[in-house]
């Protein structure tokens, strides 16, 4: 268990608004990503990164930009909330891609 | 077209029965197969993963992999309720040099007492 924690578990804004979803892990994984939940819609993959310099996009990156201050944390931000990013929001880290652990997750809901 | 495609059910079977769900992919380079388990509110689990083709046995689980038809496919033996959950199936993908997983839709199981 990669121990992976986010913050906030909760949050509801407003269309328009700033947001940063933050995830942090224990186990020093190189490897982190940000997926998105919707119902019907599986997972989906939004940024992933191998290490603090290595950033890359995936399916559904737009509307979205990430930071990886550290090896620990990995950041999602929406620059300008609109109401279809309301979704159940996952953040995972693992050593390798086949293996990923999953954080709590964070609700999420644009008003 | 979605790299992975899962009946998103929902399927019920009785206690004990075996469960079967089935995803298919794309031939977009899928090399490995994995299925998650997520209960409801939860987040998702790894419970089984394939690299080739053919079956891996995990307990009460059997993970299948057909290349040739391109077909994923878990099963669930002597199934008991707190098997109820959506498990997805994923495959990684490759892209350039990095692999990323790709997820299918979900499919909810419910095991009737």
């Known amino acids: 268990d990669a121990d992976v924690t986010q913050t906030p578990r909760n949050r509801i804004t407003k269309t328009g608004k700033r947001i940063m979803l933050e995830c942090s892990q224990t186990?020093?994984?190189?490897?982190m990503y940000w997926y998105r939940q919707d119902p019907g819609l599986g997972l989906r993959l939004i940024y992933y990164?191998?290490?603090?310099?290595?950033?890359n996009k995936g399916e559904i990156s737009d509307g979205y930009s990430v930071s990886r201050q550290a090896q620990a944390k990995f950041s999602l931000s929406l620059e300008s909330a609109i109401p279809n990013q309301t979704a159940l929001y996952f953040c995972?880290?693992?050593?390798?891609?086949?293996?990923?652990?999953f954080g709590p997750g964070t609700r999420l809901t644009v008003l | 077209q979605k790299e992975v495609e899962q009946n998103s059910g929902p399927l019920s079977v009785p206690e004990g029965a075996i469960a079967s769900l089935n995803c298919t992919y794309s031939?977009?380079?899928?090399?490995?197969f994995f299925w998650y388990r997520q209960y409801s509110g939860k987040s998702p689990e790894l419970i089984m993963f394939?690299?080739?083709?053919g079956d891996k046995e995990d307990g009460r689980f059997t993970a299948q992999v057909d290349k040739s038809s391109k077909y994923i496919s878990l099963f669930i033996r002597d199934s008991q309720p707190s098997d109820s959950a959506t498990y997805l199936c994923?495959?990684?993908?490759?892209?350039?040099?990095?692999?990323?997983?790709?997820f299918g839709s979900g499919t909810q199981l419910t095991v009737l007492p």
């Open positions: 995972a880290a693992g050593p390798t891609t086949d293996t990923q652990y």
């Open positions: 186990k020093g994984h190189d490897r």
């Open positions: 990164s191998f290490d603090v310099k290595d950033i």
């Open positions: 031939d977009r380079g899928s090399q490995s």
């Open positions: 394939i690299y080739s083709n």
């Open positions: 994923a495959g990684g993908i490759s892209s350039g040099s990095a692999r990323q997983l790709t």
